[in-house]
T-cell receptor, first 113, second 108 residues
Framework: GGIITQTPKFLIGQEGQKLTLKCQQN?????MYWYRQDSGKGLRLIYY???????QKGDLSEGYDASREKKSSFSLTVTSAQKNEMAVFLC????????????FGPGTRLTVL | GQQVQQSPASLVLQEGENAELQCNFS?????MQWFYQRPGGSLVSLFY???GTKHSGRLTSTTVIKERRSSLHISSSQTTDSGTYLC??????????FGKGTQLIIQP
C-alpha cells in the first residue's frame, strides 16, 4: 500500500496572490492528477502528468500552473487567486498505462479573502 | 466528451434498508470507479469495475457496458454509510469524468 499527502491542509490567501499546493505519493505511481471540487459541481480535472516533467492540461487549466519535477511529487500553483473563491483541491495518482484506478489524497481547502 | 448522470441526487433511508445508486454514462468505457466521500473528507475508492459484478462486504457494483450504466448496491445500510457516492467512468486510461454524486443519508 501507499499514501498520498497534500500540504497544506488549509490555505487562506488574498485576492491576486500566487498560491502553491503540494502533493506527494509513495505508491511509485507514474500518473498524478490535480482536481478541483466545488460544491454542487463535482470534480473537475485541472492538470495531470503521466511521468516526471510531463504536463497535460485538463478541463480547468486556465488560471493554474503545475510542476512535476519528481515522480513522487506534483505541485499546483494558483496564479492569481480570485476574491471569495472557495474550493477543495484534490490530488490523485494511478499506476498509469491502461490501468486507470485512481487513489486520492486528503485535499487542500482553499479560501480567498 | 463523457457525460455522467447519477441518480438519485439524494436518498434518505432507515437503517437496515437497502440502497440502489445508479450511474449512466454517454460514451464507450475503459473503466468505471466508484468512490465514497464524507463531508469535508477525501475520496475513498470502493470499486474499480470496468464490467460485470464485484462484491465487497455489503457493497455490490455492477457495470453493464452495452447499456452504459453502472450501479452500486448497499445492503442492510448502516448510519456510517451516510455520505456522498461518486461514480467516475473513464474513456481512456488517463482521466476520469465524475458525476455530481448521490448524497445518502441513513437514519437510525
Amino acid at each position: 500500500g501507499g499514501i498520498i499527502t497534500q500540504t497544506p491542509k488549509f490555505l487562506i490567501g488574498q485576492e491576486g496572490q500566487k498560491l502553491t499546493l503540494k502533493c506527494q505519493q509513495n505508491f511509485n505511481h507514474d500518473t498524478m492528477y490535480w482536481y478541483r471540487q466545488d460544491s454542487g459541481k463535482g470534480l473537475r480535472l485541472i492538470y495531470y502528468s503521466i511521468t516526471e516533467n510531463d504536463l497535460q492540461k485538463g478541463d480547468l487549466s486556465e488560471g493554474y500552473d503545475a510542476s512535476r519535477e519528481k515522480k513522487s511529487s506534483f505541485s499546483l500553483t494558483v496564479t492569481s487567486a480570485q476574491k471569495n473563491e472557495m474550493a477543495v483541491f484534490l490530488c490523485a495518482s494511478s499506476i498509469g498505462g491502461n490501468y486507470a484506478e485512481q487513489f486520492f489524497g486528503p485535499g487542500t481547502r482553499l479560501t480567498v479573502l | 466528451g463523457q457525460q455522467v448522470q447519477q441518480s438519485p441526487a439524494s436518498l434518505v433511508l432507515q437503517e437496515g434498508e437497502n440502497a440502489e445508486l445508479q450511474c449512466n454514462f454517454s460514451t464507450s468505457l475503459n473503466s468505471m470507479q466508484w468512490f465514497y466521500q464524507r463531508p469535508g473528507g477525501s475520496l475513498v475508492s470502493l470499486f474499480y469495475n470496468p464490467s460485470g459484478t464485484k462484491h465487497s462486504g455489503r457493497l455490490t457494483s455492477t457495470t453493464v457496458i452495452k447499456e452504459r450504466r453502472s450501479s452500486l448496491h448497499i445492503s442492510s445500510s448502516q448510519t456510517t454509510d451516510s455520505g456522498t457516492y461518486l461514480c467516475a467512468p473513464s474513456e481512456g486510461a488517463d482521466r476520469l469524468t465524475f458525476g455530481k454524486g448521490t448524497q445518502l443519508i441513513i437514519q437510525p
